[in-house]
């Protein structure tokens, strides 16, 4: 059974930092691929990071590129995302995704999802 488990959400004023974990279980790190994904209050899901199975390519949303860094660590099962100069149109509930098909990743249609972290950035 697949399992996704996020943490390092919480509570920052705005220019803050928080790093996100992302612990994976019942899939083999090194063939899938993984993303974090973000919804805030009334708005759609959307993409933030995503990065291939050897964390050799990434991809980012235009409105983290420069502040946010999503890598990781197969030995560990893990993918993070550091965040850095947080500013409040940030806060949203964040999710760790996790695919092995690139046709899927591409699409947005990642089969595994964790339950979300808080981020709330104020201002």
Same mark, same amino acid.
């Given at each position: ?27 083999t790190a ?14 759609? $899901?959307? @993409? ?6 050897? =964390?050799?390519? !990434?991809?980012?949303?235009? &409105? ?39 046709? $899927?990743? @591409? ?6 999802? =964790?339950?979300? !972290?808080?981020?709330?950035? &104020?201002?």
């Open positions: 059974q697949v399992q996704l488990v996020e943490s390092g959400g919480g509570l920052v004023q705005a220019g803050g930092s928080l790093r996100l974990s992302c612990v994976a279980s019942g899939l090194s063939r899938t691929y993984m993303g974090w994904f973000r919804q805030a209050p009334g708005k759609e $899901r959307e @993409l933030v990071a995503r990065i291939s199975w050897s =964390g050799g390519s !990434t991809d980012y949303a235009d &409105s983290v590129k420069g502040r946010f860094t999503i890598y990781r660590d197969n030995a560990k099962n893990t993918v993070y995302l550091q965040m850095n100069r947080l500013q409040p149109e940030d806060t949203a509930v964040y999710y760790c995704a996790a695919d092995g098909s690139l046709q $899927r990743v @591409l699409a947005g249609t990642y089969n595994y999802w =964790g339950q979300g !972290t808080q981020v709330t950035v &104020s201002s």
